[in-house]
């Protein structure tokens, strides 16, 4: 198998998605396709030598080809999330290398029901899965739960809508854990074990359920999820360590 | 860090995902499905769901039965060490 090699891709489009969130689209010739879930390794390299380097979840579908997107959270005191939100300009080059991971990976083959959990940009990689089960017209039943803070940081929040009022066995749910949009009528709590019984009742124990997010969440999510009956080779998590603010 | 945790290690915490590439630049392969044997306790986790530390000039992975230190890697200019004694063996299931 060919080593996993560094290559060059180009910044061809910049997108804000939150006040502490953009998406950046990557154009690499060299790119082999990927899996949804599949992550890269990001590496800096300073004028005098100096290297950095960050895995970051590819939010776009195999589908989308000849280039990435990749959605990055803004950490305050972050070594390269700051260099990429502020300084990275439409036209640069970033180095990268993937795509990696074989673990937390979801893809129409491996069948459902589908119990997506996303906190914060947690919902990069499950966002990948989405698209890719939109673009094979899959009609696995599929259940997205995804806490956000405040209605300032929904991720995706426009194709999460449009997506699940045009897309078959799709419903995403949202829950808000410090302030709710006026008149919401949705969950407004962290995740909690009623809830993940709500969410994961029409699926029973057969759920194939990916956990993404703060590695607090995920972990109490993932002991929640074995606790209530689930196989645990049917809980696939990935850890994000602390949250951006 | 987030202020609803006072744990700063715990925050910190990421899992195996997190250094695929570096386990894949060392082995040829992806290796988060691989399973690995704590010599610890002798709980069998994958790669991805060991309790990764990676913040450090290198990284440390723990076994998340027991918290034993499972492996370190270190990558300096000219090489990279592995310390594997954490482990009593690592099961690769071949490629089908």
């Known amino acids: 198998m060919a080593a996993l090699e560094w290559q060059l891709g180009t910044v061809?489009?910049?997108?804000?998605?939150?006040?502490?969130?953009?998406?950046f689209y990557v154009a690499l010739p060299k790119w082999a396709g990927h899996r949804p879930g599949q992550h890269i390794d990001l590496r800096l390299t300073a004028p005098d030598g100096y290297q950095t380097q960050r895995s970051y979840s590819i939010a776009s579908p195999p589908e989308l080809s000849g280039q990435l997107e990749l959605t990055v959270d803004l950490i305050q005191d972050g070594e390269v999330s700051p260099y990429l939100h502020d300084v990275v300009m439409q036209g640069?080059?970033?180095?990268?290398?993937?795509?990696?991971?074989?673990?937390?990976?979801?893809?129409?083959?491996?069948?459902?029901?589908?119990?997506?959990?996303?906190?914060?940009?947690?919902?990069?990689?499950?966002?990948?899965?989405?698209?890719?089960?939109a673009a094979q017209h899959s009609t696995i039943p599929a259940r997205l739960l995804y806490s956000c803070r405040t209605p300032d940081d929904v991720i995706y929040r426009d194709e999460l809508n449009q997506l699940a009022g045009s897309v078959a066995g799709l419903e995403v749910l949202i829950t808000f854990t410090r302030q709710a949009p006026a008149g919401w009528t949705g969950y407004q709590r962290r995740i909690d074990a009623a809830m993940l019984n709500e969410v994961i009742t029409p699926f029973g124990t057969s759920a194939r359920t990916y956990v993404?997010?703060?590695?607090?969440?995920?972990?109490?999510?993932?002991?929640?999820?074995?606790?209530?009956?689930?196989p645990a080779d049917r809980v696939h998590t990935e850890r994000f360590g602390p949250t951006g603010s | 860090m987030n202020v609803e945790t006072a744990d700063m290690n715990t925050e910190l915490m990421v899992d195996g995902n997190a250094i695929a590439g570096e386990l894949e630049q060392i082995f040829g392969?992806?290796?988060?499905?691989?399973?690995?044997?704590?010599?610890?306790?002798?709980?069998?986790?994958?790669?991805?769901?060991?309790?990764?530390?990676?913040?450090?000039?290198?990284?440390?992975?723990?076994c998340p039965s027991c918290t034993s230190v499972i492996a370190r890697i270190v990558e300096t200019p000219t090489?990279?060490?592995?310390?594997?004694?954490?482990?009593?063996?690592?099961?690769?299931?071949?490629?089908?």
């Open chain 1, 12 to 23: 061809t489009t910049i997108q804000p998605e939150t006040p502490k969130t953009k998406s």
């Open chain 1, 92 to 133: 640069d080059q970033l180095e990268l290398r993937g795509p990696v991971g074989g673990y937390f990976v979801w893809d129409v083959t491996v069948g459902g029901p589908l119990l997506l959990v996303g906190g914060g940009s947690g919902v990069v990689p499950l966002m990948a899965m989405l698209r890719h089960r």
């Open chain 1, 212 to 230: 993404c997010g703060p590695t607090l969440l995920v972990e109490s999510v993932a002991n929640l999820l074995v606790g209530m009956g689930l």
């Open chain 2, 29 to 62: 392969h992806d290796m988060t499905m691989a399973v690995a044997r704590c010599a610890g306790c002798a709980a069998d986790s994958m790669m991805a769901t060991l309790m990764a530390f990676v913040r450090g000039p290198g990284a440390v992975l723990r």
């Open chain 2, 79 to 96: 090489a990279t060490y592995l310390d594997a004694r954490g482990m009593l063996y690592l099961r690769m299931t071949h490629a089908s």
